[in-house]
């Protein structure tokens, strides 16, 4: 394959990885183009295996030699270019330390009937919008044996940079897709599906997570909310049971990525 190195932070052929700090320049380079970033070679490495098709690749000019077999995956065709960090840094709008940047085509969508398909698990996760909270989710999940994960509409994307990285790449081996209206017809469905719906949030009523009542569920879908509010009204109203962590030390609540996690181990390591 052929390295090209970049004629300086102007060159057009660089366009695809300008500004990974602006959410409105992102937003719009990434709808446009249909891509995403991933970022550092053990995440790009986990889209290869995956079948995440590369566009293009950015590197430090002092990663090449590490960051051969990843070029070698790609294929021959998919250009490559290298910078030094400084100017890296300078491109994308943050300093750069992991050395290697992909720009990939973004998978086609996936419907929640296609992700659901034999799974025995699932986690549904709405309206959190941290993109730090939803990467560590699928990494949760992926670690802990959930088979996957739907998303309701107002979700932070699962392929922003960010999300991909805490996720360690766990965005591409953990099944995901978005829902349909929600809550309605996104526990409709769930039902239809043959899951228990399971709502994790602090209801008066809500059962300790680790008692018997709580554990009898064959084939759980976990719903888990925003920081602030949880789960909304309306979505908690349509579970089959409410389940919560019982916390000590005057604690009220874990980060929804910490509970996650939790909730994963004793409803999905089984």
């Known amino acids: 394959m052929e390295i090209r190195r970049a004629a300086g932070l102007d060159d057009p052929r660089l366009q ?5 700090t602006d959410h409105d320049l992102r937003r719009s380079l990434e709808a446009e183009h249909g891509i ?37 995956a790609a294929g021959p065709d998919v250009p490559v ?14 300093p750069h330390n992991r050395g290697v940047l992909c720009a990939m085509e973004r998978p086609a969508p996936r419907t929640p009937r296609e992700v659901l398909a034999g799974a025995r698990s ?43 990285r805490v996720s360690m790449g766990c965005v591409f081996s953990v099944p995901w897709a978005r829902t349909g209206p929600w809550p309605a017809e996104g526990v ?20 300790e997570l680790g008692s018997p009542e709580a554990d009898a569920v064959a084939r759980p879908a976990l719903l888990f909310g925003t920081e602030g509010d949880g789960l909304a009204a309306s ?12 916390m000590a030390h005057g604690v009220d609540s874990l980060n929804v990525a910490a509970a996650s ?10």
Do not use: M
């Open 16 to 20: 695809l990885f300008c500004g990974l």
């Open 36 to 72: 995403f970033i991933a970022e550092s070679a053990k995440v790009v490495a986990s889209a290869l295996a995956a079948g995440v098709r590369p566009v293009a690749f950015l590197l430090e000019d002092r990663r090449l030699a590490q960051a051969a077999p990843l070029l070698e």
């Open 81 to 94: 270019f290298v910078l030094d960090r400084a100017e890296i840094s300078r491109l994308v709008g943050y």
């Open 122 to 164: 699932c986690a549904v996760v709405e309206a959190v919008t941290d993109t730090t909270n939803v990467g560590a989710i699928f990494r949760s999940a992926a670690a802990l044996g959930c088979d996957a994960v739907l998303l309701t509409p107002t979700c932070a994307d699962p392929l922003a940079r960010r999300c991909v």
């Open 188 to 207: 409709g469905t769930l039902h239809e599906l043959g899951f228990t719906v399971v709502a994790c949030a602090l209801s008066p009523d809500a059962l």
């Open 235 to 246: 979505t908690v109203a349509l579970a089959d049971r409410v389940v919560r962590i019982p």
């Open 261 to 270: 996690a939790v909730f994963f181990w004793q409803y999905c390591r089984r």
